[in-house]
């Protein structure tokens, strides 16, 4: 279930607010943890206005972002957190936002006579390089299998060395002076003009003269996008104009937009376009026809790129918002209005399921659902996935505020799981938030529906009930979900059961005992021990002999627990066969309780003015000294 309600790595529960599963300290990506509803996941602040879109690579997002005297600079936030990694300031303004590659990160800023292009250490911001060349570079570099280029409004192309920095190449033939945006393509490098010409630059050295292939007849007024062979882009007088370079035919797929300035969207399924018209629209990239019978209509206009991911489009609206919108239809999903009206606000990016965006100097984590649960349970049922559905039912139950909107949404899950056929993981829900009572039963259900179809699966689930209903204190409907188990098959089944847990200090070294029992019809080879949890350090070991059917043997583990309820995760790995090689898994979770450590208060002699004490901990650890203490009151 995506590690929301119940761990992949270990199979132990874990509610859905858990930053970490409890029982093998597996930390969850950020788009696994779930937000509270409407609420990002984190946001900081910027040291001036966004630039572009961010990039998101090695747990890091950078921001590029300039200041209204001139300069700028570049932020890099950790991944999980939203705190501040490492900033770096740059002599002029970024063009747009930042470009990762390895451990490298590529920005271009310009001043009205000059260009630079920076390359730092994406880890710690260290600078690799730096190269300086005349004009304003409009355009965001293009990154090469080697190489990064770079154009300036003169009309020249230099390609760098992207590891070194030493200039490799540059054209000597100048293009048309303006706007010029590179984009790589199937053969070289293509090279668009505000003109609407397209030159196509060979990266053989030995080609050292542009070729004009074409033109879309019209100036430009956004940057162009490359889908395959065809260039889209926004054109003078309102046109959305698309160039296939293989042919050098242009076409004209809208003619009634105000103004185009944020480049086109292109995807298999849909091309997305939004101007200065306030609007958003889809069209057939190849016949051009709308695919929504109604624009989206925002309060102000577009001019930040565009993001698209998971069936959802992101627009940043200048002055106004972020707005998710649903792909296939143009329907609102959810929008989040920015602290402030900000006039040119960073295009979002989206990584893992998780919507980055800055407005102004402020940027934000959202994931993708924005915490809007009931949605997105209907959004993935009416994609088909009923699993995820089901999560996203079962978070909107865990957020409602009422018990019959808890009730429905349980209920909805439950059936969402049901028609997938996995009726197991409305029992990861319940134990998941804790409904022990709940959660056996599910778990009898699932293995009832599993019996016909994968016996030993059946028999998981039985002993997952079974050790549930021994925390319930219920032996009998323990036992009969054991001997199911058992009764399903000729195999090792291994059964774990607390022996003997003492109630332990805090801090201090104590031991628990765990029966290991084998009610299976077959020998347990190969068993691999690991205990883990809410302790001060993981366990773990090998067992050399096997354990034959109706036997146990007790394990004793020694353990320092941390707090008050400590949970406690023992897992067992075993093979039917020595040369085995698919191992089955026995779990065993509990929560064993700790006494808050004892204090000690040692007289260290009687003063003219009270008494001199020492207070320390159970382990003799001084906690204070020096303590005067008057009329003998402390």
């Given at each position: 279930?995506?590690?929301?309600?119940?761990?992949?790595?270990?199979?132990?529960?874990?509610?859905?607010?858990?930053?970490?599963?409890p029982?093998?300290?597996?930390?969850?990506?950020?788009?696994?943890?779930?937000?509270?509803?409407?609420?990002?996941?984190?946001?900081?602040?910027?040291n001036?206005?966004?630039?572009?879109?961010?990039?998101?690579s090695?747990?890091?997002?950078?921001?590029?972002?300039?200041?209204?005297?001139?300069?700028?600079?570049?932020?890099?936030?950790?991944?999980?957190?939203?705190?501040?990694?490492?900033?770096?300031?740059?002599?002029?303004?970024?063009?747009?936002g930042?470009?990762?590659?390895?451990?490298?990160?590529?920005?271009a800023?310009?001043?009205?006579?000059?260009?630079?292009?920076?390359?730092?250490?994406?880890?710690?911001?260290?600078?690799?390089?730096?190269?300086t060349?005349s004009?304003?570079?409009?355009?965001?570099?293009?990154?090469?299998?080697?190489?990064?280029?770079?154009?300036?409004?003169?009309?020249?192309?230099?390609?760098?060395?992207?590891?070194?920095?030493?200039?490799?190449?540059?054209?000597?033939?100048?293009?048309?002076?303006?706007?010029?945006?590179?984009?790589?393509?199937?053969?070289?490098?293509?090279?668009?003009?505000?003109?609407?010409?397209?030159?196509?630059?060979?990266?053989?050295?030995?080609?050292?003269k542009?070729?004009a292939?074409?033109?879309?007849?019209?100036v430009?007024?956004?940057?162009?996008t490359?889908?395959?062979?065809?260039?889209?882009?926004?054109?003078?007088?309102?046109?959305?104009?698309?160039?296939?370079?293989?042919?050098?035919?242009?076409?004209?797929?809208?003619?009634?937009?105000?103004?185009?300035?944020?480049?086109?969207?292109?995807?298999?399924?849909?091309?997305?376009?939004?101007?200065?018209?306030?609007?958003?629209?889809?069209?057939?990239?190849?016949?051009?026809?709308?695919?929504?019978?109604?624009?989206?209509?925002?309060?102000?206009s577009?001019?930040?790129?565009?993001?698209?991911?998971?069936?959802?489009?992101?627009?940043?609206?200048?002055?106004?918002?972020?707005?998710?919108?649903?792909?296939?239809?143009?329907?609102?999903?959810?929008?989040?209005?920015?602290?402030?009206?900000?006039?040119?606000?960073?295009?979002?990016?989206?990584?893992?399921?998780?919507?980055?965006?800055?407005?102004?100097?402020?940027?934000?984590?959202?994931?993708?659902?924005?915490?809007?649960?009931?949605?997105?349970?209907?959004?993935?049922?009416?994609?088909?996935?009923?699993?995820?559905?089901?999560?996203?039912?079962?978070?909107?139950?865990?957020?409602?505020?009422?018990?019959?909107e808890?009730?429905?949404?349980?209920?909805?899950?439950?059936?969402?799981?049901?028609?997938?056929?996995?009726?197991?993981?409305?029992?990861?829900?319940?134990?998941?938030?804790?409904?022990?009572?709940?959660?056996?039963?599910?778990?009898?259900?699932?293995?009832?529906?599993?019996?016909?179809?994968?016996?030993r699966?059946?028999?998981?689930?039985?002993?997952?009930?079974?050790?549930?209903?021994?925390?319930?204190?219920?032996?009998?409907?323990?036992?009969?979900?054991?001997s199911q188990?058992?009764?399903?098959?000729?195999?090792?089944?291994?059964?774990?059961?607390?022996?003997?847990?003492?109630?332990?200090t805090?801090?201090?070294?104590?031991?628990?005992?765990?029966?290991?029992?084998?009610?299976?019809?077959?020998?347990?080879?190969?068993?691999?021990?690991?205990?883990?949890?809410?302790?001060?350090?993981?366990?773990?070991?090998?067992?050399?002999?096997?354990?034959?059917?109706?036997?146990?043997?007790?394990?004793?583990?020694?353990?320092?627990?941390?707090?008050?309820?400590?949970?406690?995760?023992?897992?067992?790995?075993?093979?039917?066969?020595?040369?085995?090689?698919?191992?089955?898994?026995?779990?065993?979770?509990?929560?064993?309780?700790?006494?808050?450590?004892?204090?000690?208060?040692?007289n260290?002699?009687?003063?003219?003015?009270?008494?001199?004490?020492?207070?320390?901990?159970?382990?003799?650890?001084?906690i204070?000294?020096?303590?005067?203490?008057?009329?003998?009151?402390?």
């Amino acid at each position: 279930m995506d590690s929301w309600l119940f761990c992949p790595i270990c199979q132990g529960y874990q509610r859905p607010t858990d930053p970490s599963c409890p029982s093998c300290r597996r930390e969850r990506l950020p788009g696994e943890i779930p937000a509270e509803p409407g609420k990002p996941l984190w946001e900081t602040t910027l040291n001036g206005q966004a630039r572009g879109s961010p990039a998101v690579s090695g747990g890091l997002v950078l921001f590029a972002w300039d200041i209204l005297n001139g300069g700028g600079g570049i932020t890099a936030v950790k991944q999980s957190s939203g705190v501040e990694h490492w900033q770096k300031e740059t002599g002029h303004s970024p063009q747009g936002g930042p470009l990762i590659r390895d451990n490298q990160v590529f920005l271009a800023t310009s001043s009205p006579i000059e260009s630079s292009l920076t390359c730092w250490h994406l880890e710690n911001g260290k600078q690799i390089w730096s190269k300086t060349v005349s004009g304003f570079a409009y355009s965001l570099p293009c990154l090469g299998e080697k190489c990064i280029y770079l154009a300036s409004n003169d009309g020249r192309v230099y390609a760098f060395d992207s590891e070194s920095g030493e200039l490799v190449r540059h054209w000597p033939v100048q293009l048309e002076p303006g706007k010029l945006w590179l984009l790589q393509t199937a053969t070289g490098l293509a090279a668009v003009c505000e003109s609407g010409s397209v030159y196509l630059l060979s990266l053989d050295p030995a080609e050292t003269k542009p070729v004009a292939a074409c033109s879309f007849g019209a100036v430009l007024t956004s940057p162009p996008t490359l889908h395959k062979s065809t260039f889209y882009c926004g054109g003078k007088g309102g046109l959305l104009l698309a160039l296939d370079i293989r042919t050098g035919k242009p076409r004209t797929l809208a003619d009634d937009f105000k103004k185009l300035v944020a480049a086109p969207l292109c995807t298999p399924q849909a091309l997305y376009a939004a101007g200065h018209d306030h609007s958003l629209r889809a069209f057939n990239p190849l016949s051009g026809n709308p695919l929504w019978q109604k624009p989206l209509i925002f309060e102000h206009s577009v001019s930040a790129a565009l993001e698209q991911h998971n069936g959802l489009l992101a627009v940043s609206v200048n002055e106004d918002a972020l707005h998710v919108v649903e792909a296939d239809t143009g329907q609102e999903a959810w929008s989040f209005s920015f602290p402030r009206p900000v006039k040119l606000p960073g295009g979002p990016h989206m990584v893992e399921g998780v919507l980055y965006v800055a407005g102004d100097e402020y940027a934000f984590a959202f994931p993708w659902h924005r915490g809007l649960y009931a949605w997105a349970a209907g959004f993935k049922r009416r994609q088909g996935d009923l699993r995820q559905s089901g999560e996203f039912s079962a978070l909107a139950g865990f957020y409602a505020r009422s018990k019959t909107e808890k009730e429905h949404f349980y209920q909805q899950a439950e059936a969402d799981w049901d028609e997938l056929g996995e009726p197991e993981w409305a029992a990861y829900m319940w134990e998941g938030f804790a409904y022990k009572d709940k959660a056996a039963r599910a778990y009898c259900r699932a293995a009832e529906a599993w019996r016909d179809r994968q016996p030993r699966q059946a028999a998981v689930l039985y002993m997952r009930a079974s050790q549930l209903y021994w925390q319930l204190d219920q032996k009998d409907l323990m036992n009969t979900c054991a001997s199911q188990a058992a009764g399903l098959g000729s195999w090792p089944l291994l059964r774990l059961s607390p022996w003997r847990f003492p109630r332990l200090t805090q801090g201090e070294t104590g031991s628990v005992t765990a029966r290991m029992e084998n009610i299976g019809e077959q020998a347990a080879y190969g068993l691999s021990i690991k205990l883990g949890g809410s302790l001060h350090e993981d366990v773990s070991y090998q067992v050399e002999q096997p354990l034959p059917p109706k036997s146990y043997f007790d394990v004793t583990l020694e353990l320092i627990p941390t707090q008050a309820e400590n949970q406690l995760h023992l897992q067992v790995e075993y093979l039917d066969h020595p040369s085995g090689l698919n191992p089955s898994r026995a779990t065993l979770d509990t929560t064993i309780t700790a006494n808050e450590p004892l204090i000690s208060v040692e007289n260290l002699g009687r003063t003219s003015t009270g008494y001199r004490l020492r207070i320390s901990d159970s382990a003799q650890q001084t906690i204070l000294e020096d303590r005067w203490a008057m009329d003998g009151a402390v």
